[in-house]
């Protein structure tokens, strides 16, 4: 009898050997779909969290904690549990993404720079890819895109364009022409790469050095001599030197009060005075200040002459970019009492995130008569805290004579 049915096993099992082999799989489970979570059950009872990516007669291809390509045989694996996920704001599980070249050659992990030129991704702790555009199919973001503001994160990515903005958010994927970029308010932006100077990965607290307030130039309150209408901010401390005998501290009493004092020292003689500084903002970006000095200047062999010296400023921009102009008058006191009024314009203008370029004009008039005439212009480079200043200025000493002589300061907030 056994041979009789012979046949019909051998058919049975040919069959059984040429199909497919069925996982069980709960939930729909859809290749392809970044946004899917996946548990991998194995034969050895392991539980793996994840994202399949391929599944054949022969074998599975997962991408283990949205990080490792691992490669499985279908014998291996007992159930595919496809993850229930719950709508409203998320954040990924673990930021990686899936590049393709256009070779066919894939990466799993984290995209840590790019440029209009090349692009670094991170395939683990100790080695990175760097790979050129030309040579990049596709790339997309393994674990969920947020679906909503994402603001509470440890890491973001910050971009740059080569206008000047800069955004703050998640690169989410790059179609062979454009990349989209998904701000911390949930909205996207689609920038080709064209258009973009950089892109970097970094940790929250960087990113809230670039917004916090040293984002503005440091020492906003002066040009390079002359007081502007800005001022400290409240409990802000600022040490400033400039020509390298001149030395101030300053300390904001509120957002719009700062007192400070000055010492100067030039050979054998000495100034030492205090300062007081108010001003208010009238908009957005046209600000006003008046501000006062007292004290006293001393010379071995001479006596001591009192000085006086009353400002007021105009600001019309932003700490960073801006038109100045001012009014002042000083009076010095020794065996002959004589004042001088001095009438200044200048502007700052921020050319990067860590330069700027100034000018100033200053001209002081007493009894009427034209003084000294002094134009500066220069550079800043500043980082953070610090500002250095650095340029020239030109005097005429008469007879139609221009002195120009190298200026340099150094100013360091608190």
């Known amino acids: 009898m056994l041979p009789k ?10 069959f059984y050997l040429l199909a497919p082999a069925q996982i069980p799989i709960t939930g729909n489970l859809q290749l392809g779909d970044t946004t899917q979570i996946h548990i991998l059950h194995t034969v050895d009872g392991d539980r793996l969290l994840g994202r399949v990516t391929a599944i054949d007669q022969e074998q599975v291809t997962f991408l283990f904690k949205n990080r490792n390509l691992l490669v499985f045989k279908t014998a291996e694996i007992t159930e595919i549990e496809v993850q229930v996920q719950v709508a409203g704001p998320s954040e990924p599980v673990s930021d990686a993404w899936f590049l393709r ?3 066919g050659e894939e990466y799993v992990g984290r995209i840590l720079f790019c440029d209009r030129l090349s692009l670094e991704i991170e395939v683990d702790s100790l080695q990175s890819e760097y ?53 911390r308010n949930g909205n996207g932006l689609f920038i080709p790469v064209s258009d973009i100077k950089n892109i970097v990965w ?5 990113i809230m050095e670039l917004e916090g307030p040293r984002r503005t130039i440091p020492g906003p309150d002066k040009l390079f001599f002359t007081p502007t209408a800005f001022l400290l901010k409240k409990r802000e401390k600022e040490f400033r030197n400039s020509l390298i005998g001149h030395n101030s501290f300053d300390y904001g009493l509120s957002d ?31 600000h006003v200040a008046v501000g006062g000095q007292i004290g006293a200047s001393y010379a071995i062999d001479e006596q001591t002459v009192g000085i006086l010296i009353g400002y007021g400023a105009i600001s019309v921009g932003t700490p960073e970019t801006h038109v100045n102009f001012g009014i002042g008058k000083g009076s010095f006191t020794d065996s002959y009492s004589a004042s001088t009024t001095g009438l200044t314009v200048g502007t700052s203008i921020r050319v990067s995130d860590w330069g700027r370029l100034f000018v100033e004009y200053i001209r002081f008039y007493s009894d009427g008569e034209v003084e000294i005439p002094f134009l500066q212009l220069g550079a800043s480079w500043f980082k953070k805290s610090n500002r250095f200043d650095f340029g020239f200025a030109i005097t005429d000493l008469g007879d139609d004579t221009a002195v ?11």
């Open 5 to 14: 049915k012979l046949p019909c096993i051998a058919v049975l099992l040919f």
């Open 101 to 103: 070249t256009k070779k």
């Open 131 to 183: 790979l050129p555009w030309s040579k990049i199919d596709s790339f997309g973001l393994t674990s969920p895109i947020p679906s909503g503001p994402f603001e509470n994160r440890s890491e973001f990515h910050v971009l740059k364009t080569k206008r000047g903005d800069r955004f703050i958010g998640q690169l989410i994927s790059y179609n062979g022409f454009a990349l989209h970029f998904l701000l």
């Open 202 to 206: 970094l940790k929250t607290d960087q």
């Open 256 to 286: 719009h009060v700062n007192i400070g004092v000055g010492f100067s020292s030039v050979l054998l003689a000495s100034m030492v005075t205090v300062k007081l500084k108010a001003g208010y903002s009238l908009s957005k970006y046209v």
């Open 404 to 414: 120009p002589f190298p200026i340099i300061g150094y100013t360091k907030m608190f």
